[in-house]
Structures are given as structure tokens and as C-alpha cells.
């Protein structure tokens, strides 16, 4: 078993940043991929961004390129969602995620695969 916890959200005006924390234990060396997912009230949740385990290769959403960053400290066991010029449309609960198996190489199945494990999400909120 491998358990998430998020950390780092809160309330933040337009442009500004924030960083996302998601601090991994248990059996962390069976994850191969790991990602980052929202879910703003009356939506439906959506990939952000996806990370292999080793942190080589990376997917983002087209909506956040350009301005989030994921990486992983595998030393800490810790995923992070580096946020910058954050938008109100940004605002909503973050969850992190991994499974087992391999990431694919694309944005598409890696937002809509079955991810095993998911933390108990965390709020980000931007005012204009």
C-alpha cells in the first residue's frame, strides 16, 4: 500500500504562485507514474500534469503548459506541482496520484487511466 498526502494549497490572487507538496509512504518503489488531478465544483476532475518515476518525462494539460511544473524527489519520496501566473479558472481541489504501472507516452491515456492510489486532495483558490 502506498499513501498520499497533499500539502501547500491555499488562497492566492491572480498571477501569483503557489507550490503543491505530496508526501508519499509505504511501499513507494512499486509507483511508476504519478500525477497531479483537479476538481473544481461542478466539474469533472482533470489531468494537470503526469510524472515518470525516475522524473524524466513529463505530460501536461494544455491549459496549465508554460506555467506548472511537476517533478519528484525520490529521495524524499515527495511529488510537487510547482504553480505560477495562476488564473481563477486554476481554482479547485488538487489531488495527487500513482499506480504500478508504467506511465504511457501520452497526455491523453495518462489523464484518463486508473491511477491505484490518490491522496485527500488539497484546496487552491485564485481571486481576480
Known amino acids: 500500500q502506498v499513501q498520499l498526502v497533499e500539502s501547500g494549497g491555499g488562497s492566492v490572487q491572480a498571477g501569483g504562485s503557489l507550490r503543491l507538496s505530496c508526501a508519499a509512504s509505504?511501499?513507494?518503489?512499486?509507483?511508476?507514474?504519478w500525477g497531479w488531478f483537479r476538481q473544481a465544483p461542478g466539474k469533472e476532475r482533470e489531468g494537470v500534469a503526469v510524472?515518470?518515476?525516475?522524473?524524466?518525462?513529463?505530460y501536461y494539460a494544455d491549459s496549465v503548459k508554460g506555467r506548472f511544473t511537476i517533478s519528484r524527489d525520490n529521495s524524499k519520496n515527495t511529488l510537487y506541482l510547482q504553480m505560477n501566473s495562476l488564473k481563477p479558472e486554476d481554482t479547485a481541489m488538487y489531488y495527487c496520484?500513482?499506480?504500478?504501472?508504467?506511465?504511457?507516452?501520452?497526455?491523453?491515456?495518462?489523464?484518463?487511466?486508473?491511477?491505484?492510489?490518490w491522496g485527500q486532495g488539497t484546496q487552491v483558490t485564485v481571486s481576480s
Open positions: 510524472i515518470n518515476s525516475g522524473g524524466g518525462t513529463t
Open positions: 509505504g511501499y513507494t518503489y512499486s509507483t511508476s507514474c
Open positions: 496520484a500513482a499506480t504500478m504501472n508504467l506511465c504511457y507516452s501520452s497526455s491523453y491515456y495518462n489523464f484518463r487511466r486508473q491511477y491505484s492510489y
